[in-house]
């Protein structure tokens, strides 16, 4: 894929993201509807185009080639030993996840609860941990790909991973504003590992759409959880029936 080209995929995604059309699109610039579908089709921008469409969308050029750049980022962990220090700090752990999200210092100060010196001494470990840079005026630069990810069963899964997962699930979803769904079915091993694979792509669909946001405010966004998990079920942890020691046959 050209450059251009990943330019205008992230265009399409961000125009996705914020609910916006070809259509809607059109207006907003003094074209018409098959001139824009002209202009991403043939991916014909001059920067003068370009840079009125990131207007449109509440992102400016830099931001925009940082997301397209990133697409080709591959998804990594950290390692023990980085993961392990952020265990062991749950300010240090929340501070970085902020960044992760294209928070500012200032913004955290604007927000958060914490003295600038505290702020800037988490910045100096996170650097020092080699996550992050540390510029002038505290300005950060991410030394990981966005797509970070935790270790399996490593230290912060270990140390916050079950008390996370029930102060999630201890919420009214409703009345949060929330969608809670649990299903109980009867799969054969086909269907158990398609649905994983859907499961699997709707992650990947969910980080997609948190980078596109990240080049919003920080004020314009807020944490949005989301919980995916499947496995085999013992229907008898809630209806009081034993299965007999024999397994049943496949079939």
Known sequence: MTDTQQLVDVLKQLLKARGLTYAD????????????????????????????????LEI???DLARLARGRTDSTREMSERQETALAQDAKLLGVFYLLLSDWSAHDILDVYEIPETELVRLLARLDRLQLIELLPKNRVRLR????VQLRPGGPIHRVHGKRVVD???????DRAGGLFRFECRELSKASYALMQRRLERLAAEF?????????????RRETIGVLLAMRPWALSLVTGLKARSATRSAT
């Open 144 to 147: 990981t790909p966005k797509l």
């Open 25 to 56: 699109l059109a207006p907003r610039l003094g074209l018409s509807h098959a001139s824009v579908k002209r202009l991403f089709s043939a991916q014909t921008f001059t920067l003068a185009r370009l840079a009125q469409v990131c207007r449109v």
């Open 60 to 62: 400016d050029f830099f």
């Open 207 to 219: 980080l997609e759409l948190a980078e596109l946001d990240s080049a919003l405010p920080s004020r």
């Open 167 to 173: 102060e999630f699930l201890a919420a009214q979803f």
